[in-house]
């Protein structure tokens, strides 16, 4: 057993210049008498990737739903771009954009009717929404099906129309609740790519929660949740150079059962 490798309580936010991209600051949850989180804080830096992980049930979920205001915080704080969420909702949520876990999507409109309606909840006109979505959708590499019903896409090509989506309004950070979970490795890596180019030329600021560590590379930053609780905040060298491991997978095992893998 490894346990020192634990944190007993929640690291500090890390020094970042300027308003953190997103800073979740001392934040629980509970549903009934069940903690689902415990005085979790960290940051997300304008511009940077940074992958919450954790398995089922660790409280990815129930922070994003936090995050966007599907549930409202009771303890703590969360700021994006310096805005708190519940005392300047409209100026923080503007911000962001979203791809939630389950898919969203109405199957029976097009690909254009999708965008259309998120930039009218948006307050977009009708002439931004159509060339935001043209650009939107040349850059995720579907702009010829943007007249075909979703109900004829690939499960890759209906989650890339969901970030296009969710770019339209063109927010500063993206929030993507398990993305890539049950596409095949061609369509994680076309998504998970064009993400990180966001990233690089666009300045986005990314919080990417998945299960799968081979999508984080070395340079990434990485949150580790597990029961609810912050385990590791950092760069995965940091991360794995903390817990005296050589990659992530062998990091997350100590940090979430105190085992270490051979």
């Not at 090509?157 to 993206?174: K, Y």
């Amino acid at each position: 057993m490894y346990e020192a490798a634990i944190p007993a309580e929640p690291q500090p936010i890390p020094a970042i210049h300027g308003p953190p991209a997103l800073a979740v600051e001392e934040l629980s949850h509970s549903f009934g008498k069940r903690l689902a989180l415990d005085r979790v804080s960290f940051a997300v830096a304008p511009g940077g990737f940074t992958m919450l992980l954790g398995l089922n049930g660790a409280g990815k979920t129930t922070l994003f739903s936090l995050i966007t205001r599907l549930y409202s915080n009771r303890t703590g704080a969360i700021r994006i771009f310096g805005f708190d969420l519940r005392r300047q909702p409209t100026r923080a949520l503007e911000r962001i954009g979203v791809v939630f876990q389950q898919p969203t999507l109405d199957l029976d409109l097009t690909v254009r009717q999708n965008l259309r309606y998120h930039g009218g909840l948006h307050g977009m006109s009708p002439s931004d929404c159509e060339a935001r979505a043209r650009e939107e959708l040349a850059r995720i590499g579907l702009a010829d099906r943007g007249d075909d019903k979703v109900r004829a896409l690939s499960g890759g090509q209906r989650r890339r129309v969901e970030i296009a989506r969710a770019l339209l309004h063109r927010p500063s950070l993206l929030l993507l609740d398990e993305p890539t979970v049950g596409l095949d490795a061609d369509s994680r890596r076309h998504i998970l790519t064009h993400v990180r180019t966001l990233c690089r030329e666009q300045g986005l600021a990314v919080l990417w929660a998945t299960h799968l560590m081979d999508e984080a590379t070395n340079e990434d930053s990485v949150v580790v949740l597990h029961q609810g609780r912050l385990r590791a905040s950092g760069t995965v060298r940091t991360v794995c150079d903390e817990t005296a491991t050589a990659a992530l997978p062998a990091a997350f095992a100590v940090l979430t059962t105190g085992e270490r893998r051979p």
